[in-house]
């Protein structure tokens, strides 16, 4: 178990502990010297935290340690200690040590997450760009000159970085804006934002603006779309491991939408998004929200054809295959991204991460699709599943769907690596099981649709969970 703390931290936490071991010691000899040991070594360790910035989670041990040295004073003077009855001690004893086990719990339970190292064969590169399309009105606002403007951040492959080159901030191109996205974050959650202030100070293992890989020719291209007030952020670890096998991820913002998307010129445009508890009410919003991203990946495919060409400054001009495109999505994002496929052919998968359809016209469509779900109660949630599979049965294209035991609806994205891993929230994988799986089953069918990988991609999904091969004319469940 990892209890993400630092050095400083874990000292002051042992030598606190070790005060109130001291005040039950016996010997009055023993006591001085071990009182007067753990007291220094929990002043240095709570200065060093104090001048490298205490975390939220280590306020309640200094609280403690402040009050055991109090109790601790007398013996530190050479005066005899007045020693409460067990009685009268217990509670006391038991409150220090309470506040003391506060501190590893809590950085436990929300830690700075530590992103796993890609396995594939190349060094990840990142950037972030801001495309405005000119033909399409901002639908969120009344202005009539107000241009629809995306936020986009690519992972792609990039040649070997020089030892200690920063890598880039988790939830924004610099600090402060990692910091304004975790703060909307929190406050689209319902969540105190130092809940998340462990996501704010993360570093990917990615490098901001890295030269791109010298081989490998040209890259398919994988889009993504993040789940309802999410950001393009949240998918990092699964990005950033499909970038290491030579794809380029590219995730959007999505404005009004997203928790905080911060622009180029410094403006922060915060989610509008909002739902009213009235399920048809609900429902038709939610298929609006998802029009306008299936409009937004499209446009974003167009300008990487765009980038590729030249028409468009940046490093992987050249580089991008856009013919080998996939759309996927977390969530509203997975709607998004089957919408998407069906409206533009371009398209040619789809990878959906656990996210109901919103189409409210269905109509068939050509790609192949991997769906990725939680295990899902009926009777929780009864038009989830039969309304996917009425939309993967209108592919063409033979299509899957992959229910993971174990698996919540986070389980899809960055979340377990920096929220408790309760399986309600995060699934029952622990902190990367969840992360593993996901971009396992993404890479393989992604070598399989857009790189014409040999081999049987049932067998190779069904060991994940129970799978479900929806063919053009049939339905086929895994080992039936």
């Not at 003391?100 to 830690?111: E, N, Q, S």
């Not at 937004?296 to 980038?307: I, K």
């Not at 990367?432 to 890479?443: D, E, I, N």
Request: charged share 15%.
């Amino acid at each position: 178990m990892t209890l993400s703390m630092s050095f400083p931290e874990i000292v002051v936490v042992l030598a606190a502990a070790l005060l109130v071991l001291a005040r039950r010691l016996p010997s009055s000899r023993a006591r001085r010297p071990v009182t007067m040991g753990a007291s220094a070594v929990v002043l240095l360790s709570a200065a060093a935290l104090l001048l490298a910035g205490v975390r939220w989670q280590f306020v309640p041990v200094l609280a403690g340690a402040a009050i055991l040295l109090s109790f601790s004073l007398p013996v530190l003077l050479g005066r005899a200690a007045w020693r409460a009855p067990w009685w009268l001690a217990l509670p006391g004893w038991a409150a220090c040590a309470g506040l003391l086990a506060a501190g590893p719990v809590a950085a436990w339970a929300f830690p700075v997450p530590d992103f796993p190292e890609p396995s594939g064969r190349f060094p990840v590169g990142t950037l972030v760009l801001e495309w405005t399309d000119p033909a399409r009105p901002e639908p969120a606002t009344p202005d009539p000159d107000d241009r629809r403007t995306v936020v986009v951040q690519f992972w792609y492959p990039a040649q070997g970085s020089a030892t200690g080159t920063a890598r880039s901030v988790y939830l924004g191109r610099t600090e402060r804006e990692a910091r304004v996205v975790s703060g909307a974050a929190a406050d689209y959650l319902g969540v105190p934002g130092f809940l998340l202030d462990g996501a704010s100070t993360a570093r990917t293992r990615s490098v901001p603006g890295a030269a791109v890989a010298g081989a490998g020719g040209r890259f398919p291209v994988v889009l993504f779309s993040p789940g309802l007030g999410g950001v393009r952020t949240q998918n990092t670890a699964w990005a950033e491991e499909l970038a290491s096998l030579g794809y380029v991820v590219v995730a959007l913002d999505h404005p009004y939408d997203s928790a905080a998307v911060v622009l180029a010129d410094g403006r922060t445009i915060r989610t509008r998004v909002a739902a009213t508890g009235d399920e048809r009410e609900d429902e038709r919003r939610a298929a609006g929200w998802t029009a306008v991203r299936a409009a937004d990946l499209s446009f974003v495919l167009t300008q990487l054809g765009r980038l590729d060409r030249g028409g468009v400054a940046g490093p992987l001009t050249g580089r991008l295959d856009t013919a080998r495109a996939a759309v996927t999505g977390h969530s509203i994002g997975g709607a998004a991204a089957l919408l998407a496929a069906r409206q533009d052919p371009r398209f040619a998968a789809v990878i959906d991460l656990d996210g109901a359809a919103h189409d409210p016209e269905p109509r068939p469509f050509r790609q192949p699709v991997l769906a990725l779900t939680h295990p899902v109660d009926p009777a929780d949630n009864p038009t989830y599943i039969p309304r996917l599979t009425q939309v993967l049965d209108l592919s063409t294209a033979t299509s899957y769907r992959l229910t993971v035991p174990g698996t919540a609806h986070l389980t899809f994205t960055d979340a377990p690596l920096y929220l408790p891993p309760v399986p309600a929230l995060a699934g029952s994988l622990g902190r990367t099981a969840g992360l593993r799986l996901t971009t396992a089953t993404s890479a393989a069918f992604l070598d399989a649709t857009l790189r014409g990988k040999p081999g049987d991609l049932t067998a190779q999904l069904s060991p994940y969970g129970d799978l479900t091969v929806h063919h053009a004319d049939s339905e086929v469940r895994s080992g039936e």
